[in-house]
């Protein structure tokens, strides 16, 4: 990272609201799921800058044959693979491919979020760690194939009532609702409503 690049990080890490959710960040002691070995691992990258305020990235996934989480909202991420060193690895590598954002040379990752996993008996067997990142306000987004469309969201935005939604699906003959959040023109829910969920009450809810 460039010295310009990292001035302009620590600038952006003092603004109120990143300073709070590092420091929250900091004390939340991340659950992680036991390892088991038929259950695939993944990680995912919750990336955010600051221009005017802290804005989060959200990813549209292309529609994909196959492809459990296909046209979903998402954030950039994927399976653990065996080049990987870790799971670090895993999120700055698949946000690179998806996105063109290296984290550790225009950015910096602040913290972890606990591990989760698909609640549908249909979805694949998989644990996902989400990774919380920095990145400089102007850093450069060239989407691969895999990404239809990206979203700059603001946190406090986020954290309206009006961003409220419901995602409803039919599953095994019933319709079943889901909380999920308003992004643009899109619904994101699931895992990725999980995610948010847990970043949002890291940083607006008192601690208990």
Do not use: C
Request: charged share 20%.
């Amino acid at each position: 990272m460039s010295h310009d690049a990292g001035g302009a990080l620590a600038v952006a890490l003092q603004h109120p609201v990143m300073a709070r959710l590092v420091e929250r960040l900091s004390q939340h002691a991340a659950q992680e799921a036991p390892i088991e070995a038929t259950v695939r691992l993944a990680a995912v990258a919750a990336v955010l800058r600051v221009s005017s305020e802290p804005e989060l990235l959200f990813i549209k996934r292309a529609e994909a044959v196959g492809d459990p989480w296909s046209g979903h909202m998402a954030f950039p991420g994927g399976r653990h693979e065996p080049a990987d060193r870790d799971l670090v690895d895993t999120a700055v590598r698949e946000t690179r491919e998806e996105t063109s954002i290296d984290l550790l040379h225009s950015g910096r990752l602040i913290g972890v979020l606990d591990d989760l996993a698909p609640r549908s008996p249909s979805l694949p067997r998989i644990n996902i760690r989400p990774y919380v990142a920095i990145v400089h306000a102007d850093v450069q987004i060239i989407p691969s194939y895999e990404v239809a469309a990206h979203f700059w969201v603001p946190l406090a935005q986020l954290a309206e009532p009006l961003m409220q939604a419901e995602h409803a699906m039919e599953f095994d003959g019933a319709m079943l609702k889901f909380p999920a959040y308003r992004i643009g023109p899109h619904i994101a829910w699931g895992l990725t409503e999980r995610i948010v969920r847990q970043l949002l009450g890291l940083l607006f809810e008192e601690p208990r």
